[in-house]
Structures are given as structure tokens and as C-alpha cells.
């Protein structure tokens, strides 16, 4: 230890006051610590420590900003103090600040080398940021200074896996092991130490030890997960090729758990076969497998449905009848959803098609004059019905689909899945509001239903409905929440937030859009956030098996589709705002909302406002006593309509918190690179824009925003006041010239690209949107473009319609009308495109209520009251 | 499961709750001639009338309902069927008549009431109705003139079986 500055040094009083201090706090007497703090600093007021160590207890105590004041200052006073670093790390890491965090870690840590609680707070910071390298010496430190502590063993092994050295992993494990005295009998830590060890054998290639010590200690009781000890011993033998033996553990793990996939997918490969690429020479063998598995395990479904894979010809006509008709029978809501893989298989789908449609005919052919128990039951027509209008729509035949469902719906009322389904068709086919209504009728149908009350709010959320959603998703959040909408967001519904984003967008309304999407973002941040608490835990209950395979999952968990497509639509808007920031000013809440919305948005706030004076009521009820934590409590929303996201000064950076952490994530998704694109050409960072054209390219070459962007791109390096500087420049136009050749004019290569792909419409919407970027073309030209879509060979569907009406929209056409009424007539079960009065009243009529539902009462005579 | 051998349909009862009348009323409108009135749906969600008031289940969907009220008058009590249909495919497969059994026998069996008698109007055109509740203990106690005030014929049978009698079960 060097000498203590004479700045820090306390005379001996003021010294045992301020291990008073010390002491209060960690046995959380707050008032008191303050106290006695005070007491130090009324004589040394510029003594670092103890200005921290009031900071701290300030902050905990609920005063933040007073306290945050005293530790800065107490940091600034006394650099070299271990216990002002540490104070402040604490505090950063309350705030999820990380980095920096571990930065004031390292330095508490530069003053005092061997404290305990700071290397392995350090550490888990260093697992947080996946700083493995550095996490590794921490955990050496702490194995060094405290090697009886279990977990230190355990912990360091844990680095070494994770910083990719298995083999030393090992070796830690080994000493461990050694070490170990009298482990109690059916010891579950000791059994996932164990397990875990054999998993590091496995991935370092040492077969044989990895199966003898499962062997060992499998016979020994010492691990007791029976499940993994077959599993793993199933995976080690197939590795060993001992294959009659590994054969053995298979059928054992498929006897105990036959609908696992997994089980057979072990079983095949271990007789050589890939179940999921049967070729022809493999396929006699596969189908004799499946076939007796079938017969082993009567009431297993895997083996089935495996085999409708595999079969071709007769087989799987034989096979998919008696699997689609035991299904019908039995009434499997899912039976559709199940098989409808099988279609990417054109033969497959004929087949049934017509397995299904002459069954259809046999049950609708006029019922024998006196149906009897022993006849076919009703409902298995009613099933049959409902599979057929989920198989037309499927493949596309939506009106064939609708009329399948009036034919059920006037043979059983009753089904809510009925209407469900038609809600999807009428959502699939351009009407949200139709769908919206179908929807609710199958919700009245059973009110407790919480599948069909949350499907109303969504789907009255797609018809722009955003306070009739509320309404009804309402009616199972919690009653005291300041709106349903909050409480879902608290609770993170993923669902809510997306849809409701989206919903605003459509209405125009971007500034809550925007807060929607911030609030999804946040919930993938408090994911990313909530595995700090394992890198401790997991640890210490030696729940080590999992934790390794959260980690990785945690890598990639912003991949998730709602993440994806929030990253993509938040991007989009906020391009939109950097490209024409007087869009803030349109869309201004205010104007979109009506006289009742205004009157539930007032009535909302002031609930709110209710409920925070209860909360502070509450809290100061309990002053005595609490103690805040380290981390900052709910914010409160001092922006409900998301009005200053609108104004933000940086829309691209706000882009790009949503976008960035995807650039590395490799996903194969073409929205994401387009959005990339988009946000990285207009912040100059021209590389990162070509790189993502080159993802664009390689995933899918030919499609039609990858041929604006290319001409976007070169327009914009070519009207660039200078090129950009070396290495950039040169790079850029290098790799610009294989995307698109420099010999052909822009205008030239977007009359080819139309002229390669003349039947799709959206290739016609992208050299429009070319023509209009170039700018040189009258507006005359861009309409009569547009308006080519609707050749009778042109292909497109009700989305990319929309998008060319919001397009038409933009560039002020004249002829907006006409393009909305040619798709409107094109699309002719689709509602999108009716004229903004049909769609007010269609709206309208997208709430189903009981008295709708009575109006086909209304030609009744007799009312019995 | 081949088709030869197949399970038996499974028919069941639930009572009424205001989440499923939505149900009810679906049922109500597309089984009979006549609208019910809001009082309708209160009185067969009243506690006392649980028993007596079903959806009736086939392999799980919802097909049929029964509906009864219960009458007190000059301390006797008596048991109203106020509607009771089945969707026309579900029919001729003794679902009315399960319904029927159920009830007569939760009726029979009530400790706390005493029900005297169960009773119910048949429109005089529809012999078939009077017979299948004839099938089940009805008799024709009186013939109601102008019962209904709109429908033709007008008049309705009046059909009654005792509850007390356990003999007249059998």
C-alpha cells in the first residue's frame, strides 16, 4: 500500500467517524451514515471519501442529482482514493452506464489491487461487455486471493470458455475436482459441475473421457439429471461411431419422449442418414425407420408427420389421407397450420387438395334420411370446411376461401375460429376494416378469451382504431394503470408496441410512433440489461450449463423479428423527418385527434396525474425506511405525445441507435441492409452505405429498392462538391463501379432494369421512383409510369399499391384519385383504397356490438319479453 | 385412430356466464322466429337458474341451448322452459333429449327447492315438438288461445310433467 496522502489523512476522531460511516452504510442506516458524515466534513470539507460516501447514501436515499454532485466532487478532490472510484463505478453501474462503470472500476482497482468486492463487480462488468480477456485475469485474481471459494474455480473456467479456450477451461476443472472433499450424495451443484465438464471433453474432441467420467458418475449418482445423462451419452457414442450402442440410447430417448425432433434427428444420423436432406437412395431406409417408430408409438405425431416429409408419390398420398382425416376428426384447430409446410412441394399440395375436397363431397352429399349416432358427426364437415378455407386462401384463392366460411358459418354459428379465419382472409386481402369486425364477433362469441380479445386489439389496431383498441385490451390489463396502453408497455408487451407503433404511423401521427418504437427499444435494452444479475448468480448456484447457452443467445436477441422491424420502421421515419423536417410540424398530435379522443386523452392524463400523487403519497409514507436503490426509478413522461422525438436535432443518430447494433448481427434480411443504406449515405459514411448495397445484392440481386438505391447512390457521389478523401474515395468508386457499371447514364439503366422485369409491379413503382430521383423527367411521365401497373400482365399486390398512393401523395400528382380508384377496382374484396368518406363509415363498422348482432333479429315478428 | 372405429361424440353442458351469452344470443338468433328481450338474458344468468339454463356442447363447439326460469307462485314452484334448440345439422342425435334429462334431473334433484312441476307452450302447428315432450313425461294440460300475438296459428298447447312423481319418470 503506498502512504496515504496527507489530503486523506483524518485525525484519529474523524478517522473512526468515518469507518462509522462505512459501517452505517452497509447496514443501510442512511439518516444515520449522513450524520456522521456531516460530522467529518463540518471540520474536512474537501475530504474526498467521505463526500463520496455521502453522495452515495444521498442517492440511495432518493436524492440523486444531490448526490451524483458530491461524488464528482469527492472523485475530483481525492484521484487516488480507492473508495471514491469504487463509489462512482456504483453508481454508474446503477445507471447501466457499463463502460464506464468498468473504467471507474479499473481505477479503484489501480489503488487498491486486491479488494474483493471490486474485482468481482469488475468482473461481471467485463462479462457484461464481453470484455473476455480482461475477465480472465479478474477471475485469476480472485481464484489466487480466495482459492477455498468454489465458485472461483468455477468462475474461472467459465472465463476461459468464454474467451474460447476450452482446454484450459478444462484444466481449471481438473484442479477443481481435485480439490473437492466429501461432496454430499445427490449434490445438484455438484451434478452440473460435473455435466459441465463432460460438455468441455465433448467440445475439446476427448470422447472417450468425456463418456467414461458421464459413465462414472452417471453409475455413481453423482449427476443426477437423468434427461442429460442420456442425451449427452446418445451425442458421445454417435461421435465415438459406436453405433449399435448409440443406436440404443436414441430409440431409449425417443421411448421416453417421442414428439422430440431433436431424438430423431440423433437416431438418423447415427445410422448415417440426414433427416432433413433424404435423397433418393436414402429414402426406402428413412420411410422403414419412420414407419416402425409409427408402429411402436401409436400415439406419437412426430413419426407421422416425419414421414409426410420424406414420402413421394403413392406413399404420401396413403399417409397424408389417414394423418388429414384422423385429424379432422378429432377436431385439430391446428391441423392446417401443421401441414402447411408441405406445400413448398407442388405435387403435395394437389395431393391435398383433392384428398380433402373429395372427402368434402362425400360428407356434403344429401345425409342419409335418418342420421344416427353412428353416422359421420357433423362437425368433422365443419372441420373439413374450415381446413379447405384455410388451404384456398393459403395458396391464394381468398374469395373461394371467404365463401367456404359463409357455407360453415351457416352450418355452425358458433366457432369462433370461423371468424378468426375470416378476419385473416379479409386482412390478407386489403380490408382491415371488415377484418376488425370478424374479429370482434368471434370475441363476443366468448369474452373471456383472452387469444381473441388481444387478436381484436390488433387487429382493430391494423384498421387504425387506436382508442377502440385500448378499449378492449383494456379489459385484461391491470385496472389501475394510468391507460392500458402504459401498463402494456410495462409489462413489455411486444405485441402492443409494435402494432400500436405502426398504427400511429399509418395515421399519420409519427411523433408517437416514434415513442412506441423507443419503448420496444428499451425493452430489448432491459433485456440486454437483466442478464447482469446471471454473470453473479449463475455462479453462485452453479446453474453453469444454461448460463453458457444464454450467453450467445443474449448476442444475438435483438435478431428478433419485433426488433427488426421496429429498427426498420423507426429508421424510416426518421429518414423521412431528416429528409423534410417540416414534417414534425404536420404531424402534430393535436390535429388528428377528434372530440372524443380529445375528451379520453384528457381523461387518461388526469388518471395519470392521479396516479403519480398516489405514488408519492405512497413513497413518502414510507420514507422512514426505504431506500431507493442505485438505480434511477420510472421517469416520469414529460412527453406523451412524443413531440420533441419529432424535433430531435439528430434524426440519423436516433436512427442509428436502433440500426447499429443489427449492422453486426448478419442478418439475411433486406429491409435491414436498405435501411442501413439509407440512414449511413445520408450521415457521408459512404463505405458503410456501399457495404450494405453489397449485402443487399448478394441476398437478393434483382430486387426493385436495390435498384433505387443504386442510382441514389451514384447520384449522390457524383453531385458530391469534391470526391471523398483517400483511402475512402477510391474504394468507394471501386466498389460503386461493380454494383453498377459507370459506362451506362442512369437514365439508360433504368429504362433496362424496367424493360428486364415488365410484369412486376413494384419493378415499375422502383423506376418511377428513379425517374423522380433524376429529376430531369416532366411529372407527366412518372404518372404514366405508375399507371402501367394496371396492364392487365403486371403483377403486384394491395401493400406496394399503398406505398404508390403515399407516393403519389408525395410528389403531389395529379392524379392521386385515379391511381386510388383503378387499385381499389383492381383489388376488389380490399376496403384500403375506398375514398377517405367510405372509409370513415367503414370504420365505423368495424366495431361489432351486440345490438349488430341482433339486427338480423330485426325482421322477427315476435318479440318475447 | 382409423375411421372404422370411432369415439364416441362427446356431448356436454356449461352454464351461462355473461362471457358466453355472446353465444346465446347467436344461437337464439339463428334457431328461432323471435327476439328475445334484454330481461331475456339477466334472468338466465340469475344464480337460481344455473342449473336450468346450458349451453349444450358437441365434440366441444357449442350447438344448442336449453333455457328455463323458475315461477313462484302461492309458495308452489314450478320450472318454465323458455326455449331450447339445437342447430339444425346437431339434430336427430338425442341432444335435445340429453339436454331435457339434464335438466329434469337437476330439477328432481334441487335439495333446496322444491319444484313441483316443469312446463313449457308448443306452437299448435308443431306436432312433432308436442310429441318428443310427450316422449319425455309431458301431458297436454291446456291449449293458450292468441299466445302468440304475431306468429300463425296463434295458439299454443300448453304441456306439463310433474317433478315430484318419481314414477313418472319411468
Not at chain 1, 378492449?472 to 409494435?498: H, N, R, W, Y
Not at chain 1, 447457452?549 to 429498427?567: E, F, G, L
Not at chain 2, 385412430?1 to 347467436?26: C, D, E, H, I, Y
Request: charged share 25%; hydrophobic share 35%.
Amino acid at each position: 500500500m503506498p502512504p496515504v496522502p496527507p489530503k486523506r489523512a483524518l485525525p484519529s476522531k474523524e478517522s473512526s467517524l468515518f469507518k462509522e460511516v462505512l459501517n452505517q452504510y452497509e447496514t443501510k442506516q442512511h439518516k444515520k451514515g449522513l450524520k456522521t458524515a456531516d460530522q467529518i466534513l463540518k471540520k474536512f470539507p474537501e475530504h474526498g471519501e467521505t463526500l463520496c460516501m455521502k453522495g452515495l447514501i444521498l442517492t440511495h436515499m432518493g436524492r440523486r442529482e444531490e448526490g451524483l454532485e458530491l461524488v464528482k466532487k469527492g472523485v475530483r478532490l481525492d484521484l487516488t482514493s480507492h473508495i471514491v472510484w469504487h463509489v462512482f463505478g456504483l453508481i454508474q453501474k446503477g445507471e447501466k452506464n457499463y463502460e464506464e462503470a468498468l473504467k471507474s472500476y479499473t481505477q479503484a482497482l489501480r489503488w487498491d489491487k486486491e479488494n474483493l468486492n471490486i474485482l468481482r463487480d469488475a468482473a461481471h462488468l467485463q462479462t457484461q461487455l464481453r470484455h473476455f480477456d480482461q475477465l480472465v485475469e479478474t477471475r485469476h485474481t480472485l481464484l489466487r486471493l480466495r482459492p477455498n471459494l468454489r465458485q472461483n474455480w468455477i468462475g474461472l473456467a467459465v472465463a476461459y470458455h468464454l474467451n474460447g479456450n476450452a482446454v484450459e477451461a478444462k484444466k481449471v476443472l481438473e484442479h477443481y475436482e481435485l480439490t473437492l472433499k466429501n461432496v454430499p450424495d445427490y449434490d445438484v451443484e455438484h451434478s452440473e459441475v460435473l455435466l459441465y465438464h463432460v460438455r468441455l471433453l465433448e467440445e475439446v474432441e476427448e470422447f472417450d473421457e468425456a463418456l467414461s467420467m458421464l459413465d462414472v458418475n452417471a453409475k455413481s449418482r453423482a449427476i443426477i439429471d437423468r434427461t442429460a445423462i442420456m442425451e449427452c451419452r446418445a451425442r458421445i457414442l454417435s461421435k465415438l461411431k459406436n453405433t449399435d450402442e448409440a443406436e440404443h440410447s436414441w430409440q431409449a430417448l425417443i421411448q421416453q419422449n417421442p414428439d422430440n425432433y431433436d431424438y430423431y434427428q440423433g437416431y438418423f444420423s447415427n445410422r448415417g442418414l440426414d433427416l432433413y436432406n433424404i435423397t433418393d437412395d436414402t429414402h426406402v431406409k428413412a420411410m422403414q425407420i419412420l414407419s416402425d417408430f409409427s408402429t411402436q408409438l401409436p400415439k406419437a405425431a412426430a413419426p407421422r408427420r416425419l414421414a409426410l416429409e420424406i414420402a413421394k408419390g403413392d406413399e404420401f398420398k396413403e399417409l397424408i389421407e389417414s394423418y388429414l382425416l384422423s385429424g379432422i376428426e378429432r377436431g385439430i384447430p391446428s391441423l392446417f397450420t401443421d401441414i402447411k409446410l408441405l406445400y413448398k412441394d407442388a405435387f403435395k399440395q394437389e395431393t391435398i387438395q383433392s384428398v380433402i375436397e373429395s372427402h368434402r363431397e362425400k360428407l356434403s352429399s344429401p345425409a342419409p334420411p335418418a342420421p344416427s349416432s353412428e353416422s359421420e358427426p357433423p362437425t368433422t364437415y365443419l372441420w373439413t370446411l374450415y381446413f379447405l378455407a384455410q388451404h384456398y386462401s393459403f395458396i391464394g384463392q381468398h374469395d373461394k376461401s371467404l365463401s367456404l366460411l359463409e357455407t360453415a358459418l351457416s352450418h355452425t354459428p358458433t366457432l369462433p375460429e370461423l371468424f378468426m379465419f375470416k378476419a385473416r382472409v379479409l386482412k390478407r386481402v386489403g380490408d382491415p376494416y371488415g377484418a376488425a369486425r370478424a374479429m370482434d364477433e368471434a370475441r363476443l362469441l366468448d369474452l373471456q378469451d383472452r387469444f381473441l380479445n388481444t387478436k381484436t386489439g390488433k387487429y382493430r389496431l391494423r384498421a387504425g382504431l387506436e382508442e377502440e383498441a385500448q378499449d378492449v385490451l383494456g379489459l385484461f390489463t391491470k385496472k389501475d394503470a394510468p391507460s392500458p396502453g402504459a401498463d402494456l408497455e410495462d409489462m413489455q408487451s411486444i405485441l402492443f408496441l409494435t402494432e400500436d407503433a405502426a398504427c400511429h404511423r399509418r395515421n399519420g401521427n409519427l411523433g408517437l410512433a416514434l415513442k412506441r418504437y423507443h419503448g420496444l427499444q428499451k425493452v430489448f435494452n432491459e433485456i440486454e440489461d437483466d442478464q447482469y444479475d446471471f454473470h453473479g448468480y449463475s455462479l453462485r448456484r452453479f446453474t453453469i450449463n444454461v448460463y453458457l447457452s444464454m450467453i450467445p443467445w443474449a448476442d444475438r436477441v435483438r435478431s428478433h423479428t419485433a426488433y427488426v422491424q421496429a429498427a426498420i420502421a423507426a429508421s424510416q421515419i426518421y429518414v423521412s423527418l431528416h429528409d423534410d423536417p417540416t414534417l414534425a410540424n404536420k404531424s402534430s398530435t393535436a390535429n388528428h385527434l377528434t372530440g372524443a379522443e380529445k375528451k379520453a386523452k384528457k381523461k387518461a392524463q388526469k388518471a395519470a396525474a392521479q396516479k403519480v400523487r398516489e405514488e408519492a403519497k405512497k413513497a413518502l409514507a414510507q420514507t422512514n425506511s426505504d431506500d431507493k436503490g442505485l438505480e434511477p426509478g420510472p421517469q416520469k413522461d414529460d412527453d406523451p405525445d412524443g413531440a420533441s422525438l419529432l424535433k430531435a436535432t439528430d434524426p440519423l443518430n436516433k436512427a442509428w441507435t436502433f440500426l447499429g447494433p443489427l449492422a453486426n448481427l448478419d442478418l439475411k434480411n433486406v429491409d435491414v441492409w436498405l435501411a442501413i443504406y439509407d440512414v449511413s449515405v445520408r450521415q457521408k459514411k459512404f463505405l458503410q452505405a456501399v457495404r450494405a448495397l453489397n449485402h443487399v445484392k448478394s441476398l437478393d440481386p434483382e430486387n426493385p429498392e436495390l435498384h433505387v438505391r443504386l442510382v441514389h447512390l451514384r447520384h449522390t457521389v457524383s453531385s458530391l462538391p469534391q470526391p471523398p478523401p483517400e483511402p475512402i474515395g477510391p474504394v468507394l468508386s471501386e466498389s460503386l463501379d461493380k454494383l453498377l457499371s459507370p459506362e451506362v447514364s442512369l437514365e439508360t439503366y433504368n429504362s433496362q432494369y424496367l424493360q428486364q422485369h415488365p410484369t412486376s409491379g413494384h419493378a415499375i413503382f422502383a423506376s418511377a421512383k428513379v425517374l423522380r430521383l433524376l429529376g430531369a423527367t416532366p411529372a407527366e411521365e412518372i404518372d404514366n409510369t405508375v399507371f402501367t401497373m394496371f396492364n392487365p400482365d403486371v403483377q403486384f399486390g394491395v401493400d406496394t399499391g399503398l406505398d404508390v398512393v403515399n407516393f403519389l401523395k408525395s410528389i403531389r400528382s395529379s392524379r392521386v384519385e385515379e391511381f386510388r380508384a383503378a387499385a381499389d377496382k383492381k383489388f376488389e374484396l380490399s376496403t384500403i383504397f375506398k375514398s377517405s368518406t367510405d372509409i370513415a363509415s367503414l370504420r365505423h363498422e368495424a366495431i361489432a356490438t351486440v345490438e349488430d348482432a341482433e339486427k338480423a333479429d330485426g325482421d322477427k315478428v315476435e318479440v318475447i319479453s | 385412430m382409423s375411421t372404422t372405429s370411432r369415439s364416441q361424440p362427446r356431448v356436454s353442458f356449461a352454464s351461462l356466464t355473461p362471457n358466453n351469452l355472446g353465444t346465446v344470443r347467436k344461437l337464439n338468433s339463428v334457431l328461432f322466429p323471435i327476439k328475445y328481450s334484454e330481461k331475456f338474458y339477466q334472468d338466465v344468468l340469475l344464480p337460481q337458474a344455473e342449473d336450468f339454463c346450458k349451453l349444450v356442447y358437441f365434440n366441444d363447439v357449442p350447438v344448442g341451448t336449453i333455457c328455463c326460469r323458475l315461477e313462484t307462485v302461492d309458495n308452489k314452484t314450478r320450472l318454465y322452459l323458455m326455449t331450447m334448440g339445437v342447430l339444425a345439422p346437431y339434430r336427430s342425435r338425442g341432444l335435445g333429449s340429453k339436454s331435457l334429462e339434464h335438466v329434469i334431473a337437476a330439477a328432481a334433484n334441487n335439495p333446496k327447492l322444491k319444484i313441483e312441476s316443469m312446463y313449457l307452450h308448443v306452437q299448435v302447428s308443431n306436432a312433432s315438438a308436442k310429441s318428443f315432450y310427450e316422449r319425455h313425461g309431458f301431458k297436454e294440460v291446456a291449449v293458450q288461445q292468441d299466445y302468440y300475438k304475431k306468429l300463425i296459428p296463434h295458439d299454443a298447447w300448453i304441456l306439463e310433467r310433474s317433478l315430484t312423481d318419481q314414477q313418472a319418470d319411468k
